[in-house]
């Protein structure tokens, strides 16, 4: 059964805790992107990587970490640092279809985790 | 500051009724537009991708884009209070990624 899955559900963070965020994808997609979604905003990307080994900052990486070891995971850390970590993550995975001239990339997600400060 | 923009509704739509939802970007060099939709506590859903100038047709959804006007929007016939949703709308440019907008919540009274 193919597709993107994201563990766990509900995440729940104490001060100063850092904690794990996974997203697993058996799509065989390159590229791999963590976007956070708070209410009434739009989707706000985190992190994305293009390659395994290789990732990029997004527009709001300031208190994440992420890692590419893998083609399939790219496991999101949101570290003590960030200060407002309540929000619904979601990680998504494409598919790169043409030539530059062309390119077409389309976006899938996984089904989210809900983070809560307790 | 690439910027795509939706008004974020409620647009509230009978039964049966064709839904039009909104979209305007700011990056000329955009090339790709996609619809997601996204129910209440769940993750946005692929429901159309355009690429060229005109409309593309699926079943019930119409997607129509307009690279002068900087215009992208969605056509829903025959809606349904399932279609109940927020419809985000995103693009990007060759290897960029891809903007959002915020969403514009769609509401199908029986």
């Known amino acids: 059964d193919g597709g993107i899955t994201q563990s766990p559900k509900y995440l729940f963070r104490k001060e100063g805790q850092n904690v794990t965020l996974s997203c697993e994808q058996n799509l065989n997609h390159d590229a791999m992107y963590w976007y956070r979604q708070d209410p009434g905003q739009g989707l706000r990307l985190i992190y994305y990587s293009q390659i395994v080994n290789d990732f990029q900052k997004g527009d709001i990486a300031e208190g994440y970490s992420v890692s590419r070891e893998k083609k399939e995971s790219f496991p999101l850390t949101v570290t003590s640092a960030q200060k407002n970590p309540t929000a619904f993550y979601l990680c998504a995975s494409s598919i790169v279809q043409g030539a530059r001239s062309s390119y077409q990339e389309t976006q899938y997600f996984g089904p989210g985790t809900r983070l809560l400060v307790l | 500051q690439k910027e795509v923009e939706q008004n974020s509704g409620p647009l509230s739509v009978p039964e049966g009724a064709i839904a039009s939802l909104n979209c305007t970007y700011s990056?000329?060099?955009?090339?790709?537009f996609f619809w997601y939709r996204q129910y209440s506590g769940k993750s946005p859903e692929l429901i159309m991708s355009i690429y060229s100038n005109g409309d593309k047709e699926d079943g019930r959804f119409t997607a129509q884009l307009n690279k002068a006007s900087q215009y992208v929007s969605l056509l829903i016939r025959d809606s349904q209070p399932s279609d109940s949703a927020t419809y985000l709308c995103?693009?990007?440019?060759?290897?960029?990624?891809?903007?959002f907008g915020k969403g514009t919540m769609l509401l199908v009274s029986p």
């Open positions: 990056d000329r060099g955009s090339q790709s």
């Open positions: 995103a693009g990007n440019s060759g290897y960029s990624t891809l903007t």
